[in-house]
């Protein structure tokens, strides 16, 4: 299980990245924490001509948190994210999502922007992207544009970034609403594996507790990380009585069409999609509820 | 065609290593092979057993999933770096022998790396922070059992409430 | 569990807490294993494999590999099936004949089609992607009672049957015991396969030394046999071949048995007279490192009263050992000798079939088949207690065997050492509160969760002699296993063990200088153990079925005493008295009641070697001693109605677990888990608690995670870690062990063995939990293992019923 053979640089910048994958095209693949990546060369499933390398790229590590969005750099490493408390306290989410990714070790290296990219059906970080609607910044030499995440995840592992671009920086929204909750919960067959499926959502409520706003997501039970966003609008101004609740998980689990494979079938992931959408939100709507 | 060499220096277990390798050269294949270090262990190349765990830049990763051209430039601790500088074993090790935390002692050097991590951010750990700093290094021969024993007996030690 | 600091039993070193040997050199990352043997000019060997679970091979194009820089061979299976003879076969096939690499038909996916020698590994790969095979797919069975029903897709074609083992023992009155019985119930349980799947993979180096004609070799091995197999598939004589002992192996629990690799590898060291080396990956390991463990159907069915006695029961066992056997089928045999478990049933009749299919070869695992037929029974008597609306308890205390019973022989010949049931479960049902538990239970279901306890009580048979050799296959007469230990003290009065085998993990370096300290009343700190290559060692059997403490153990006693007895024979030469008239005290020797009349250790020993004139008449000097055990019940063939003493010794255990089931995702949770053990008198209790905790958790994963599954394809679909589910220390809860001890009377120290603990009882004990938390839905699941899937599959089956 040795990798093929290739050729590597590392980038200083983040122009520089971007010129050698303009130059190297298809040829070339950005390599990051290659906690995704370095699997797949060893399985050979991958067989690019160059690797370069943006992990020490500066510009591509920070944190930034404003009024409406954390803004963090696409190398940002998933145990940076894990331990930072004021993003914790801004972005909630993040932090409950990256409980479930992998272990120490892999968080050490893998980073968010790699983690979106790899874009793994029932991985956390794409669908807390979806769920919280972030926006990804790509810059190729000769452009910039921000796509949002509905249109970012284009299927299982494929995304709308092209060879010649490098996610640089990913946005995520910040409730303004003081008394808002999340919650991720998610079913795997050990801890730390990828998820069989697996389930985000934040709520706002008023000080009636009624739900002001809210939002979810499903993973694992689809090709990409689903959102509702229609449906959790159904939420908005109800207690999230259970019928409610269970009739906008229920909905939401039969939007889905998810595979079998030998640790699940389609029906058992269908089945938990309702389940576990239904969990998150009650625990998120819980939470906001308690915030002060 | 032979394959391009890079130019690498990386500060191993505290002395400045340097070498030639191609860039598909892991991490653990240059400790191993290259520098003769063989206390770090392969068990699965693909990142989840957790064998082949180092620290780089004091914080443990799995050095399959690493090329050592990645790891230019930075420090890397292995099992045979974990001793006190005269060579007696440190806390973590004795406490593992004294707790008999391995049996084959294939997983052992990772999950050294492992504990050894989680004790120097947190040197009280629960029990189920142990477990967790652990949960991705597999063995086979304990049951986790007396590792979690032995690193519980290792913070007991550094806190001066054992011997 | 914490050990006592000195020896419960009343030994000095025996029993009290003492760290190994081992540990150090593993702690500081100085332990050596196969891998780590770096030879100057070492080559690096990589595999092509079969894409195809059957096919014809039409043609082998390796043009392209060989022209890679780098490369220095490609091999094929038609020069090295030419060069080399057919593995060895336990059962009487002669006709299935097994290399390494496949000539002319491939019989599963992931077989190995040839194998390529480079400068590195990375370069053996690249040459590997370039060889092309030409295949033409043949129809293949991956199940075996298909492969017994479907005559046409034959595995080996020339044995004419994909059946390669199937034999009928009926010990005792079975059909009388049936009709008299107040009732019968049968069922099927499912043991899918699995195995121990080591962290390490199996490595080998060899050399070929043309000066002294001698093939060196290291590798990750536990096997019986291994250099003999390893010579005679390699047309040498014995002794060219030398496995040197001294590397430490990464795990085994039985699979570490590479002989197909260790004559590929051999051959090309011979070939191409460099030294050469293959260390499998892991997709090689999981496909084609053939280590998997069985994979077994049960036809269970039992005779019982009403009151719970069990009278009789019939069992079948089909068991898929894949597309080539070699010890496998042996896997149905050992279950022969503790075929009725710890109970007292009066007749059983046993059917093993051993079917071969187009999967990965099978190998021996932890248990060497007794786990899954301990949980087949511990299902039975599950199912026996629903049937009559009895507590699981209470079934078992009818039918356990009593401590007064011992020696006790069961229907199929086995005479069961020494043991007391009734107290390991009293104590372990005390130890986890069992009434509590109970409790905690019912109070769960009532908060709507599915919660369950389970039970089993299993025995773990020791120390055996591979009898069930000549019981499956008549043309076999193996009947000893044996094992030995040479002890040598040198001039400076140092100790040193020597024995024949490597290690993977069990401290026989901790065992054998803990016992003869024991007996020459010396500190085991100072006796050093080595491994002696198979040339200088004396015969061995390896590490396999529990047996060193017991035949290790039993052997470094032995040739001990006969060192002691030296002593003593030349002190009362040089004191002009009988021996009896001595007193031995930490290797010194007195005239009784005259303590200046002493002759110490170091005086002794430099009698012996030095001081001929000193000698008594007859006494070897140079002091060393071996010792050669057979099993302790001796080997005998056996009887026309296949009765047989395997196993000398039986150790018990008992499990006791709690379950919750979140019954809306299936999820399940092990919440308590205690196990009662006894293996009579532990030498190192620390190493014996660990081995169990083990055990348990190995067989955690084979009651919940862990599967080799197979698509219609033939192809494993489970193939790397990311789908072969081994337990983390998520997994895995916190085990309390309660510990009992009824010694052997017929080990040396009253030793039985322990290798394979917790792995006997854990999978029928957690699936059992699973059912009884299933239960008030009227469902069952009795197929191993049981995934979140399974769960919630036979919820959903419970709410449509
Ligand atoms: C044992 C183990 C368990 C794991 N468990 C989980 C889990 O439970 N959940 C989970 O979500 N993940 C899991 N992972 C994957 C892990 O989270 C990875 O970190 C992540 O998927 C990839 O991030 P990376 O930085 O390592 O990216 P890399 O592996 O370096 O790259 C991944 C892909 O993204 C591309 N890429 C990376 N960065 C950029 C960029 N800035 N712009 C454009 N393209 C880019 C690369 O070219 C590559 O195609 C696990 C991994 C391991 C080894
Ligand atoms: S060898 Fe690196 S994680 Fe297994
Ligand atoms: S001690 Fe053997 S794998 Fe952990």
Redo the contacts with the bound molecule.
């Keep these: 299980m040795k990798s093929p053979p290739f050729e590597y640089a590392r980038a200083a910048s983040i122009e520089e990245a971007c010129a050698f994958i303009a130059q190297h095209g298809d040829d070339a693949?950005?390599?990051?924490?290659?906690?995704?990546?370095?699997?797949m060369m060893a399985f050979r499933l991958l067989r690019p001509g160059w690797l370069i390398d943006?992990d020490a790229i500066p510009a591509l590590k920070y944190v930034a948190i404003e009024t409406d969005a954390a803004r963090m750099g696409?190398?940002t490493r998933?145990c940076d994210i894990q331990h930072d408390d004021v993003l914790a306290a801004a972005v909630p989410l993040l932090r409950q999502a990256l409980a479930?990714?992998?272990?120490v070790q892999?968080r050490n290296?893998?980073?968010a922007?790699?983690?979106l990219?790899?874009a793994?059906p029932s991985?956390?970080?794409p669908l807390t992207a979806q769920v919280l609607e972030a926006r990804m910044v790509l810059r190729s030499h000769s452009d910039t544009r921000t796509l949002p995440a509905a249109s970012f995840f284009e299927g299982a592992m494929t995304t709308a970034?092209r060879p010649d671009?490098?996610?640089v920086e990913i946005q995520w929204p910040v409730w303004r609403e003081k008394k808002t909750g999340s919650a991720f919960t998610e079913i795997s067959r050990r801890h730390?594996?990828?998820a069989i499926v697996a389930a985000a959502a934040q709520v706002a409520v008023d000080d009636d507790a009624r739900c002001t706003r809210a939002a979810f997501g499903i993973g694992g039970a689809a090709p990409t990380p689903a959102a509702f966003p229609d449906l959790a609008k159904r939420l908005v101004g109800t207690r999230l009585e259970k019928e409610t609740l269970r009739d906008v998980a229920h909905d939401a689990a039969a939007t889905l069409e998810p595979g079998s494979d030998i640790h699940a079938s389609a029906g058992y992931r269908r089945h938990l999609a309702g389940v576990l959408a239904a969990r998150v939100l009650q625990s998120a709507y819980d939470a906001a509820r308690a915030a002060r | 065609m032979s394959e391009r060499l890079y130019a690498i220096a990386i500060e191993v277990n505290g002395t400045k290593r340097t070498g030639q390798v191609t860039a598909r050269t892991s991490l653990v294949d240059w400790l191993r092979e290259h520098l003769n270090l063989t206390g770090t262990h392969v068990g699965c190349e693909h990142?989840?057993c957790g064998a082949c765990s180092v620290m780089l830049d004091g914080a443990p990763v799995?050095s399959c999933?690493m090329y050592a051209v990645q790891a230019d430039g930075h420090r890397v601790t292995t099992v045979e770096g974990l001793a006190r500088p005269d060579g007696q074993l440190s806390v973590l090790q004795d406490s593992f022998c004294e707790a008999h935390g391995l049996q084959c002692g294939y997983c052992t050097p990772g999950m050294l790396i492992a504990a050894q991590a989680l004790l120097d951010e947190n040197p009280r750990p629960s029990e189920h922070e142990i477990r967790d700093a652990i949960g991705?290094n597999l063995c086979r021969c304990t049951g986790y059992q007396q590792i979690v024993e032995a690193i519980e007996l290792a913070a007991r030690r550094m806190a001066g409430e054992a011997e | 569990m914490s050990t006592p600091q000195t020896s419960p039993y009343g030994f000095r070193y025996i029993g009290a807490k003492r760290r190994t040997k081992e540990h150090p050199r593993f702690v500081t990352g100085r332990g050596r294993y196969a891998a780590d043997i770096a030879l100057p000019g070492l080559k690096h060997v990589a595999l092509v494999a079969s894409p195809h679970a059957s096919a014809k091979i039409l043609s082998i194009c390796s043009e392209a590999a060989r022209a890679v820089p780098g490369v220095h061979y490609v091999l094929t299976g038609d020069e090295f099936c030419a060069a080399t003879d057919s593995l060895p076969i336990g059962v009487d096939a002669p006709k299935v004949t097994r290399w390494a690499l496949a000539r002319e038909r491939v019989r599963y996916a992931g077989e190995w089609v040839a194998a390529v020698v480079a400068d590195t590994r990375a370069l053996a790969e690249d040459a590997a992607e370039l060889i092309e095979v030409e295949y033409e797919p043949l129809p293949h069975v991956t199940d075996a009672e298909q492969a017994i029903a479907n005559t046409d897709t034959l595995v080996h074609p020339a044995h004419g049957s994909n059946v390669i083992l199937h034999r009928n023992f009926v010990w005792g009155p079975v059909e009388a015991e049936f009709a008299n019985a107040d009732h019968r119930l049968s069922f099927r349980a499912t043991w899918n396969r699995n195995a121990t799947v080591p962290i390490e993979t199996f490595a080998v180096a060899a050399q070929w030394n043309p000066a002294t004609e001698i093939l060196d070799i290291w590798a990750s091995i536990q096997m019986p046999k291994y250099p003999d197999q390893a010579a005679r598939a390699l047309r040498l004589p014995g002794n060219a071949v030398r496995v040197h002992y001294d590397v430490d192996v990464g795990g085994s629990y039985g699979v570490k048995r590479g002989i197909k690799h260790t004559v590929l590898v051999g051959y090309l060291a011979r070939r191409l007279g460099m030294p050469v080396r293959l260390i499998e990956d892991r997709l090689e390991n999981m496909r084609g490192g053939d280590m998997h463990g069985p994979d077994r159907t049960f036809d269970m069915t039992a005779a019982f009263d009403g009151d719970g006695t069990i009278r009789a029961l019939k069992i079948r066992a089909i068991d898929n050992v894949g597309a080539y056997a070699g010890r496998a089928p042996f896997q149905l045999g050992k279950p022969v000798s503790a075929i009725c478990g710890p109970y007292a049933v009066k007749a059983v009749a046993y059917e093993p079939v051993s079917v071969m299919t187009n999967k990965t070869p099978q190998e021996a695992v932890r248990g060497f088949g007794q786990a899954p037929t301990n949980f087949a029974l511990e299902r039975t008597m599950d199912r026996v207690a629903r049937h009559l609306n009895m507590d699981r308890l209470a079934v078992r205390q009818k039918n356990l065997i009593r401590k007064d019973q011992f020696p006790y022989t069961i229907p199929s010949g086995s005479t069961y050492d020494s043991g007391d049931y009734q107290t390991v479960l009293d104590k372990a049902l005390a130890a986890i509160d069992y009434p509590a538990l109970v409790k905690q239970r019912d109070a769960a279901r009532e908060n709507g969760r599915l919660a369950g306890i389970g039970i089993s009580t299993c025995l773990e048979p020791s120390g055996g002699n591979s009898a069930f050799e000549p019981l499956l296959n008549p043309k076999n007469e193996t009947t000893t296993w044996m094992d030995s230990c040479l002890v040598r003290i040198d001039l400076s009065g140092a100790i040193t063990g020597i024995m024949g085998t490597s290690s993977s993990g069990q401290g026989h370096e901790t065992l054998v200088s803990t016992v003869i300290g024991e007996v020459l009343e010396r500190d085991p700190a100072t006796i050093r153990v080595i491994h002696a290559d198979s040339l200088q060692a004396l015969p061995s059997n390896s590490p396999v079925g529990s047996r060193m403490a017991i035949m290790l153990g039993g052997a470094a006693a032995g040739a001990a005493r006969q060192i002691k007895e030296t002593l003593l024979a030349i002190a009362a030469h040089n004191f002009e008295c009988e021996k009896e008239d001595l007193d031995y005290r930490d290797g010194n020797v007195n005239l009784k009641g005259v303590p200046d009349k002493m002759l110490s250790w170091d005086q002794l020993v430099e009698i012996a070697h030095r001081k001929f004139h000193a000698m008594p008449a007859g006494v070897e000097p140079g002091l060393q001693a071996k010792f050669v055990w057979e099993v302790p019940t001796g080997g005998g063939l056996p009887t026309p109605d296949g009765r047989i003493q395997i196993y000398p010794c039986y150790a018990f255990e008992c499990h006791i677990v709690y379950v919750e089931i979140d019954p809306d995702t299936a999820q399940p949770e092990i919440k308590r888990y205690v196990c009662g053990h006894d293996c009579g008198v532990m030498i190192n209790p620390d190493i014996v608690h660990g081995m169990t905790y083990g055990g348990i958790a190995h067989g955690i994963g084979a009651a919940l995670y862990e599967q080799f599954t197979y698509d219609d394809n033939g192809q494993l679909t489970s193939g790397t870690f990311m789908d072969y589910l081994i337990p983390s220390a998520h997994e895995i809860p916190p085990v309390k062990i309660v510990d009992h001890c009824t010694p052997s009377p017929i080990t040396t120290f009253g030793q039985k063995g322990s290798g394979e603990a917790g792995y006997l009882g854990a999978p029928a004990a957690v699936a059992n939990a699973i059912n009884d938390a299933l239960a008030p839905l009227h469902v069952e699941v009795n197929t191993l293992p049981i995934s979140h899937l399974a769960i919630w599959e036979t919820i959903e089956k419970a709410k449509r019923q």
Excluded: M, N, Y
């Design positions: 693949k950005l390599i990051a924490g290659g906690q995704s990546l370095v699997p943006i696409a190398c998933q479930h990714v992998g272990h892999t290296r893998g980073t922007g790699g983690s990219v790899h793994d991985a956390e970080l970034v671009e490098c996610v730390g594996d990828f | 990142g989840i799995r999933l991705g």
